[in-house]
């Protein structure tokens, strides 16, 4: 129990930091009273308050959902290697994100908005025509069945979008820029946008910790432990793709967050799903807003693509962590 | 407790289990046996629900399986699979703590007292406390499967549903986890339900046994009715012989192997043995079947070697049994494989006959003293402790016995001694009625066992008109010599 509560106390004061070093640093440095006194200075405030503030929030919501759900996805799927990606719920997302800007579409009211709410309804049609394909051809919706649609999937949509790129002139570097993601200039109206669904997506998963444990024992199993498969799953499916499809809907598809944040959680506190849930949405929170730090401030003024950065910083110290705790954990 | 009637259900379309009804009582055992592919673990999913039936009815307490909601069939029955892979580590407690997920609700987890107490005990049960803190995938499977039958027991439920939960298990780990679950079953009056590789171990931990062939119940009932040899032969196709446990009331099935021509056909004749000063000794170069009261693997088994010593009138010896071990080590014999008598007459008398009749021959050989005559009828009188043997008898026969032929063999050669010391006149010295013995006679019966079946050995069979001639003859000439020693 003390592990629980000193994994859960760390990881809150790193999220702690990394917020207060995400609203802090940048081309210009905001003093930390600033965050309480706004009449220490107006000019600093506002680019707390609208700038940097909503970024962070959204760089760690979004960081935060892709963890949880790639915590979610591997222990339902009992498969290391699965992430937020591999129901394929994200290359929907991707596809409409890209019609919009290769086809430089704008819909009347929502004007800017348009990309985030076509992208969401990508990955929401995705979803639903995963799942619903998945069914057609295995009832029961094995595990192995899942993970094949998603592929199928994944790399249908895949080709689309190589289509579209291949086809872009102009819009080439608009589209590889929003598929290596990023969280700036996004403002809190992203936030807002995204925020429900992570809501719902975030309750959907914790409500079924304890059936994603007995998941991992193989559907048989978890049936026999007194699990409603077919309801836990179907709910398990929908969270996670909900909290996938809101984040790469706003952010882009920033990879490696949903595959190392929860199996470092996983190597150093262990596989009980009720801690690694909660725990993976804190830290993943924590790394994204640590690699938007870095990639906005590495090489400035220019920003890196934050998806670069998360591979750059996490598989170092993943490598790390694997090979200092392999004993413990089988991954 | 759980009655199921006219089940029929399996894999997709084709059943796999053909309208199989039994009930099983509460607190009772019941095993589940079969050839491979029989259906066994299928019958068990169809039952917990994996599978799906096409008609017949399960019936749990009363009310059909598929009625009650998941969590609250988890919490009536509890089913442990074969061994699994995992994906993740979890440790032990988490495992275990699974168990109790049909009796946690709510939006919070909520860990009560009676979840800790219910995984403690299971913890306790099935001796996994000291792996509580340790990952599952860092124990060997027989701890792993421990473990699991302690997540099942944290389920707390009333029938425990298991599918060849010896699996891959040493017999220590076998024996372990059946004790334990047999335990438990007597203890809170628990219902189990079990599929068995084994059939041995079946019978030995179930109250009844369901046989299935091909989908089918072939007999059900106590394990005396199931594990018969033409049954068990017809349903599993493999030449099987079935004997008692030399422990526990139950049946045992033991395989006969159909090796036919690969063994070498001996006849022993009387060259085989060997009699000197010191012992009479016969060596075989194939086993004989052998029931004896020698001094040195007694009882039935299977020997190749077989030695009379000689030793003196006064040997004493607080452990003879070990002492002769010694003996026959120090002499270069087997001690595994050699049956040991001891007599306190000189060996070189000793007196080796063959008799030959239509089912092929027996050899006799008698070493005699009738220094410790005894007449049976009045032994009640005598308060004197047991000496070493006097009459040692061996027969060794060349042909196939049965249980009851080795039996009446050594009824006929007692018979047929007696009539040998009538003979001679020889007396009991405390009582001066006729000896029918001596103090501490032994018998030999050994066989071939090749050739034809020989059902019986009594006095008018064959084989017992040679045994009570030659046994007769030859007891009586060693007793002749022993006199003649004696200077009588």
Known sequence: ?331 | MLNVQGLTGGYHTVPVVKDVSFTVKKGEMLGILGPNGSGKSTLLKVISGVLPMQSGTVDLDGKAIHKYASKELAKHMAVLPQLHVHAFSNTVRETISLGRYPHQSGFFSSWSDKDEKAIQDAMRLTDVKMYENTYLDELSGGEQQRVFVAQALAQQAKIILLDEPTNHLDIAHQQQLLDTIKLQANEKDLTIISVFHDMNLASLYCDRLLLLENGVVKIIGEPHVVLKQKQIESVYKARVSSHPHPEQPKPQITLLPSLGDLQVDELITKEHFTVSNENVVLHSKTPLKTVSSAVVNAGSGWFRSFVNRHVKADYECDDSTQEMVDYLEAQGFSTTDTVGMMTAVRTENAVIEEYKGTFGSIIIAVTAGVGNAVDVSKAFEREDVPYVGTINTWIIVNGKLSDEAFIQAMITATEAKTKALQHEDVRDPLTNTLATGTSTDSLLVAATQKGQLLQYAGPITEIGKCIGRGVFESTTLAIKRYKKAKGM
């Open chain 1, 1 to 331: 129990m003390n592990k629980t509560w000193f994994a859960y106390v760390a990881s809150v004061l790193v999220l702690i930091a990394a917020v207060l070093a995400g609203v802090m640093i940048g081309s210009v440095s905001i003093p930390i009273q600033v965050l309480w006194n706004p009449n220490f200075d107006e000019g600093l405030a506002n680019i707390l308050w609208n700038i940097r503030m909503p970024r962070v929030v959204l760089a760690g919501l979004v960081g935060a959902s892709l963890a949880m759900a790639g915590a979610a996805f591997q222990g339902l799927l009992r498969n290391p290697l699965a992430d937020p990606y591999t129901l394929g719920v994200s290359s929907g997302a991707s596809v409409g994100a890209v019609v919009t800007l290769f086809f430089g579409i704008s819909i009347p009211f929502l004007g800017l908005f348009t990309l985030p709410v076509l992208s969401m309804i990508g990955a929401f049609l995705t979803m639903i025509i995963v799942m619903g394909f998945a069914k057609l051809v295995d009832r029961t919706m094995k595990m192995e069945t899942i993970i094949l649609t998603g592929i199928i999937f994944s790399s249908f949509l895949g080709s689309l979008l190589s289509l579209m790129i291949a086809l872009s002139g102009e819009e080439l570097r608009q589209i590889i820029g929003w598929l290596l993601g990023s969280v700036s200039m996004r403002g809190w109206p992203y936030v807002k946008m995204a925020l429900p669904f992570m809501i719902i997506g975030f309750v959907l998963l914790w409500l079924n910790r304890r059936e994603i444990n007995a998941l991992l024992f193989g559907e048989e199993r978890a049936k026999h432990l007194g699990v409603d498969v077919k309801k836990r799953k179907m709910m398990i499916l929908t969270g996670g793709s909900i909290l996938t499809g809101a984040a790469v809907s706003v952010s882009g598809t920033i990879g490696f967050v949903g595959l190392v944040i929860p199996h470092t959680i996983r190597i150093l506190w262990g596989a009980d799903h009720r801690h690694v849930l909660p725990l993976s949405f804190i830290n993943g929170a924590s790394l994204l807003i640590v690699c938007d730090l870095v990639s906005r401030t590495i090489i400035s003024p220019s920003e890196l693509p934050i998806g670069v950065i998360t591979a750059f910083i996490g598989a170092p110290v993943f490598a790390f962590i694997f090979w200092k705790q392999r004993r413990k954990g089988s991954v």
